[in-house]
């Protein structure tokens, strides 16, 4: 069985972070494991409070892991400060790991800073050259470019300065978008539209989480980069379309809708 891992924070209610990255690579079929960066209290209406866990205590936990085991895959996500991102990168180096998925989370659906200001830069300057594919939403790519995205000319460009950056494929999300939920992949040379109709929901908790652990899924799996990425989105789409109200606000999207229809279960 391939073996995926995911460094990212805790999130409390289960809809993002390393809770729904370790849903989907069950859901797809890979072993998972976690290296836990935050530990958050949220639910479906908000972020209440975080704890960094230390940087020596992050760094332990990816050595437990890569003195023992070999890791097909990486997604990282919520890295929060300058001293988890420098660690975080310090032993992804060290241990010469490739396949890394990494997804700049900065603000939660909630509005809540998962990213302090001032580590933006670390996370550019640290993570983005270690990466196979990052994965910014529109606003991660404005704030990584530092420019105003409001046509597809300007994802384009966003794209290009991204991937100047280091990372081999760059992912731009139209989840905020208006209209359709159409995702761009830039490959250095070409783009490819990955499009989606918009699925009518508010529960889109965790949607960025989930598709970057399964692109991370795909790519443990041996699947090509473009194919991960094109199968990935297929496997957002329909955990949106049956995702589901738990709490008051913003409910989580559905892992486990294809065995359950096999199974004949309902929610
Ligand atoms: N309503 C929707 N209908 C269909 N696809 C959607 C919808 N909302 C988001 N998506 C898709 O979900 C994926 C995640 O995109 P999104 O822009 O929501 O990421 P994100 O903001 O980083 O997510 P999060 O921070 O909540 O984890 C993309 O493939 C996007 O197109
Ligand atoms: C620990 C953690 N990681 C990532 C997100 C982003 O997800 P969303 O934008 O849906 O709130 C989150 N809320 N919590």
């Known amino acids: 069985m391939k073996k995926v891992l ?18 989907t690579f ?34 332990q936990q990816l050595e437990a892991i890569f003195d023992d085991i070999t890791v097909d895959a990486v997604k990282i996500g919520m ?17 010469s ?31 983005l050259p270690l990466a196979t594919i990052v994965t910014p939403n529109l606003m991660e790519a404005e704030a990584i470019t530092g420019i105003k995205i409001n046509s597809l000319k300007e994802i384009k460009e966003a794209s290009t300065i991204i991937h100047k950056m280091g990372p ?41 989480c989930t598709l970057s652990s399964a692109i991370a899924s795909n790519i443990a799996k041996g699947l090509g980069f473009t194919e991960s990425v094109k199968e990935a989105k297929k496997y957002i789409t329909t955990a949106i379309k049956h995702s589901f109200s738990i709490g008051k606000g913003v409910g989580p999207t559905h892992h486990f809708y294809e065995l359950y229809k096999k199974s004949g279960l309902n929610l």
Do not use: W
């Not at 997804?103 to 659906?109: E, N, Q």
């Open 6 to 23: 995911t460094i990212a924070g805790s999130d409390s209610c289960g809809g993002a972070g390393i809770q729904a990255d370790l849903k």
């Open 79 to 95: 890295v929060s400060q300058i001293e988890t991102i420098e660690a975080i990168a310090k032993q992804l180096k060290k241990y």
């Open 168 to 208: 081999k494929y760059v992912l731009v999300k139209g989840g905020h978008l208006e209209g359709e939920a159409t995702d761009l992949l830039y490959d250095g040379s070409s783009f490819m539209v990955l499009p989606s109709e918009r699925i009518k929901t508010k529960n889109t908790h965790g949607t960025g």
């Open 26 to 59: 069950s859901a797809h079929g890979v072993y998972g494991m976690s290296v836990i960066t935050a530990v958050t209290a949220q639910n479906t209406k908000g972020v209440f409070a975080v704890q960094d866990i230390s940087p020596l205590l992050i760094i």
């Open 97 to 127: 790991v490739n396949n890394i998925v990494v997804d700049p989370v900065m603000i939660s659906k909630s509005g809540y800073h998962l990213l302090q200001s001032d580590a933006k830069n670390s996370l550019i300057m640290n993570l």
